[in-house]
């Protein structure tokens, strides 16, 4: 399941982990785009000869025979990140793209995304689109991009629209060279913190349509769970500070948001602690009275 020769055009990066069964339409998807000009790296993050490899490893075999098929064993679980990572490091295509193995795309995705990156100036690194979200109740929800050009600003913030998400964007792999790759020490937020990096450097360009799809029958993701996501928030707090000091109001907004992960994680003295920093940092802020009823109400 394997090409050698001439590079891709795009390298796909799937991380997976024991979940053999929703892979097969994540790869489906991958292999069904229209744009054919690429290789599908299938990162599996479990030890080689484990019941769950080899699982992954028999479906691949059973059901796809398609050479710009990649299967890498990731030794010794290092998380999605690590998995990321080392699809980036195996990756020969010019841009790279992220699919979870829980989530699928549209056949015109990858053909689109690539004509624009075509066109679009050096200093954009990014293309973004958007996104179907299927909910457990049967309801769809559109989801758009709405952050363009230099987003450093409204990433810090979170506000100003949908952020991008890494099963939506195709990414110039020269990026990564520029601004490293995926923190695998933060338990949660990692690819926040990538987009913070790389919208230093990089403009972000998007195409409005959903081309992708984000699905309720995903398995439990890491930042489902409340521990990790307090860490990796304050993880990337901790690397962002100096940016946040010297912007006041973003600081406040980022604090009050701190605040409200604390809450649902069940730290009200933290939250309320975050909170209080946020007031003093910006007491005429509208946003306090929103955060504090949501804090009184958790």
Same mark, same amino acid.
């Given at each position: 399941?394997?090409?050698?020769?001439?590079?891709?055009?795009?390298?796909?990066?799937?991380?997976?982990?024991?979940?053999?069964? %929703?892979? +097969?339409?994540?790869?489906?998807? !991958?292999?069904?785009?229209?744009?054919?000009?690429? @290789?599908?790296?299938? #990162? &599996?993050?479990?030890?080689?000869?484990?019941?769950?490899?080899?699982?992954?490893?028999?479906?691949?075999?059973?059901?796809?025979?398609?050479?710009?098929?990649?299967?890498?064993?990731?030794?010794?679980?290092?998380?999605?990140?690590?998995?990321?990572?080392?699809?980036?490091?195996?990756?020969?295509?010019?841009?790279?793209?992220?699919?979870?193995?829980?989530?699928?795309? %549209?056949? +015109?995705?990858?053909?689109?995304? !690539?004509?624009?990156?075509?066109?679009?100036?050096? @200093?954009?690194?990014? #293309? &973004?689109?958007?996104?179907?979200?299927?909910?457990?109740?049967?309801?769809?929800?559109?989801?758009?991009?709405?952050?363009?050009?230099?987003?450093?600003?409204?990433?810090?913030?979170?506000?100003?629209?949908?952020?991008?998400?890494?099963?939506?964007?195709?990414?110039?792999?020269?990026?990564?060279?520029?601004?490293?790759?995926?923190?695998?020490?933060?338990?949660?937020?990692?690819?926040?913190?990538?987009?913070?990096?790389?919208?230093?450097?990089?403009?972000?360009?998007?195409?409005?349509?959903?081309?992708?799809?984000?699905?309720?029958?995903?398995?439990?993701?890491?930042?489902?769970?409340?521990?990790?996501?307090?860490?990796?928030?304050?993880?990337?707090?901790?690397?962002?500070?100096?940016?946040?000091?010297?912007?006041?109001?973003?600081?406040a907004i980022y604090l009050l948001k701190h605040a409200e992960v604390l809450a649902k994680?069940?730290?009200?003295?933290?939250?309320?602690?975050?909170?209080?920093?946020?007031?003093?940092?910006?007491?005429?802020?509208?946003?306090?009275?929103?955060?504090?009823?949501?804090?009184?109400?958790?």
């Open positions: 399941m394997s090409q050698q020769g001439t590079a891709p055009q795009v390298s796909v990066v799937m991380p997976t982990y024991r979940r053999a069964q %929703l892979l +097969e339409r994540a790869v489906e998807s !991958v292999l069904a785009q229209t744009f054919t000009d690429f @290789e599908l790296l299938i #990162v &599996d993050d479990n030890v080689d000869g484990h019941p769950q490899q080899l699982a992954t490893s028999k479906v691949l075999q059973a059901r796809f025979s398609d050479q710009r098929l990649r299967y890498i064993i990731n030794q010794g679980e290092h998380g999605g990140s690590g998995a990321r990572n080392a699809g980036i490091a195996e990756a020969r295509g010019g841009y790279v793209a992220f699919l979870d193995d829980d989530e699928d795309w %549209l056949p +015109e995705k990858l053909a689109k995304q !690539v004509t624009l990156l075509d066109q679009a100036p050096a @200093e954009v690194g990014v #293309v &973004d689109c958007g996104f179907f979200d299927y909910k457990a109740d049967g309801s769809v929800r559109q989801a758009r991009p709405k952050m363009q050009g230099w987003i450093l600003e409204r990433l810090l913030s979170k506000t100003g629209g949908r952020a991008p998400k890494l099963s939506t964007m195709l990414c110039r792999r020269e990026v990564f060279a520029r601004v490293g790759v995926f923190d695998t020490t933060l338990p949660a937020r990692e690819d926040y913190d990538l987009y913070l990096r790389i919208s230093r450097h990089y403009q972000f360009v998007s195409l409005p349509e959903p081309l992708s799809n984000k699905r309720s029958d995903a398995g439990q993701r890491l930042t489902g769970n409340p521990e990790n996501f307090v860490k990796g928030f304050e993880g990337v707090y901790q690397k962002i500070l100096p940016e946040l000091q010297r912007r006041p109001a973003i600081h994680a069940g730290d009200k003295p933290q939250a309320w602690k975050k909170y209080h920093e946020a007031k003093r940092l910006r007491l005429f802020n509208p946003r306090l009275v929103t955060y504090g009823v949501k804090l009184l109400r958790s």
